[in-house]
């Protein structure tokens, strides 16, 4: 079965630093990961998602993740971080029927 | 082209009543998925419909039913609920059985007291 692990339940950076969101994936097929966010008491948004294609993916709003195989990693990051990034991030993984599976979720805060 | 729509926005029951939830998927959307996402965690899939079919079936009991219309749209029931299933329960649209994408709604709140 799938599973997916962010590490760090919490993120905090300052407004124009990096932002490095990480994840790693677990799956018996090639994947199809996913990250998402979520705005305080709002359902999720998808930033960006892989497909097999590119391993580098450029998402909305800046962001883009980039799958490394050999780490089982699809790690989340955007140079410059705004004040309005501010959210939990989710990634997920879907095998082959479609049934995704979410991480835990990372909370980042943007300190001015 | 109106996204993903669930409704009521937010619901308050007491144990061991019955609840539905609703939601209306994306224009072109055939598959709905429902989720449940307890307070500080991530998404805990439920199950998926298609073509008004159960499709695939998360580790939820029986308590947890469905039903997909016709139109696509579908309703997530919760029997004999527990104070565990106060929760947002969120609602994805894809299309097809494929590995699409999925859209999400803005959920439902949910509370049992």
């Known amino acids: 079965a799938q599973s997916v692990t962010q590490l760090g339940s919490h993120v905090s950076v300052s407004e124009g630093a990096l932002v490095l969101l990480r994840c790693n994936y677990s799956?018996?097929?090639?994947?199809?990961l996913f990250w998402y966010v979520q705005y305080p008491n709002q359902g999720l948004q998808l930033l960006l998602k892989?497909?097999?294609?590119?391993?580098l993916v450029k998402g909305i709003n800046g962001f883009e993740a980039e799958f490394k195989k050999s780490e089982t990693s699809f790690h989340l990051t955007k140079p410059s971080a705004h004040m309005s990034d501010a959210a939990e991030y989710f990634c997920?993984?879907?095998?082959?029927?479609?049934?995704?599976?979410f991480g835990a979720g990372t909370r980042l805060t943007v300190k001015p | 082209d109106a996204g993903v729509t669930q409704s009521p926005t937010h619901l308050i029951k007491t144990r061991g009543q019955q609840v539905t939830l609703r939601c209306s998927p994306k224009?072109?959307?055939?598959?709905v998925s429902w989720y449940q996402q307890a307070l500080g965690q991530g998404p805990q899939f439920i199950f998926q419909?298609?073509?008004?079919?159960?499709?695939q079936r998360g580790n939820f009991p029986d308590r947890f039913s469905g039903h997909q219309f016709p139109n696509y749209s579908s309703e997530l029931n919760v029997n004999a609920l527990l104070l565990g299933d106060s929760a947002l329960y969120l609602c994805?649209?894809?299309?097809?059985?494929?590995?699409?994408?999925?859209?999400f709604g803005p959920g439902t709140r949910l509370t049992v007291t």
């Open positions: 799956s018996s097929v090639p994947p199809y």
């Open positions: 997920a993984v879907s095998d082959l029927r479609n049934d995704m599976r």
């Open positions: 892989y497909t097999s294609a590119a391993t």
């Open positions: 224009s072109g959307h055939d598959t």
């Open positions: 994805a649209s894809s299309r097809g059985q494929g590995r699409g994408e999925q859209y």
């Open positions: 419909y298609y073509e008004e079919e159960e499709r």
